[in-house]
């Protein structure tokens, strides 16, 4: 088994806190990506909304989540181990090889299977994990209304 990502959040309370810091650093993310895309003050102010900096931030929070990777064993041996867990799984049970992610504080894992396009697998639970995890945890009726649908972007890669 191995571990990618460092974010995992135990409680609610972790979660938002690790959000909320992140929320300077997508600010100078999306400006210096503006400023490379040679974006004029009055295509920034008309182009870079709320919703653009909110995204990149629901993004960044979701590439740093802590994902495991191993084998079926492996995660049905995780789950025996963790049996209050609500068990989300994407994907082919009949595939080898397992990424999971675990949210104690919902009481959730959400994993996916792949064969061999593990980075892929990685990125699509992470998204999924966001969408189906912590965005309404974190962000409650406020995304509801401008629902991006990148919790199932990429699912069948």
Request: glycine content about 6%; hydrophobic content about 35%; proline content about 3%.
């Amino acid at each position: 088994m191995e571990t990618h990502g460092t974010l995992a959040p135990e409680t609610l309370d972790a979660a938002a806190d690790e959000f909320d810091r992140l929320g300077p650093t997508t600010q100078v993310v999306v400006r210096e990506t503006a400023k490379a895309m040679e974006f004029d003050r009055e295509e920034y102010r008309s182009r870079v909304t709320g919703t653009v900096v909110e995204t990149a931030r629901n993004a960044l929070f979701a590439e740093l989540l802590a994902v495991t990777v191993g084998s079926r064993d492996e995660f049905d041996a995780w789950c025996d181990d963790h049996p209050g867990y609500e068990v989300i799984e994407l994907g082919s049970p009949e595939v080898e090889r397992v990424a999971w992610h675990a949210a104690p504080f919902a009481e959730t894992v959400i994993a996916t299977t792949f064969q061999n396009e593990r980075e892929a697998a990685v990125s699509t639970l992470r998204r999924n994990a966001f969408g189906r995890i912590y965005r309404e945890a974190l962000l409650g009726d406020e995304e509801k209304e401008e629902d991006t649908g990148d919790e199932t972007a990429g699912e069948n890669q």
